[in-house]
């Protein structure tokens, strides 16, 4: 169960079917392309590979901010159905809790729907805490 960085076109596209299973409104052909303009921005996308294919992945970005300072934002985490409760989640926030300490980041944040019971349970169970409301507006 080792974490790698999706820092080639291969690895990248092995992520797909993963980052799919959070975002299904994302177009495939398009999937390289917008990895690559998200790397572009700071984003890093790491995974678990089991017998060939990626079966859990996140995506994450070191940010600064005037109310937390240096932090990690999580973009995505996400585990294949047949792999979710096996370790793999737990694995890759190990990873970047460990890129975290590393690179002297203050914290760590994430956005998850309301509806993600699961993952919540996993996050609780990792030490995340409740701190506020996220609010959006569609243009």
Known sequence: MEVQIANTDEKILKCWKVIYELRPHLIEA?????????????????????????????????????????NIYIDDLTTLPDYRSKGYGKKILDWIRQYALDNGVANIHLDSGVHRAAAHKLYFNYGFKIIGYHFAMDL
């Open 30 to 70: 398009e999937f390289l392309e917008k990895t690559k303009l998200q790397e572009t921005e700071g984003a890093i996308m790491i995974f678990i590979e089991e017998e060939g294919r990626a079966v859990s992945a996140g995506v994450f970005r070191v940010n600064h901010f005037y109310h937390r300072g240096k």
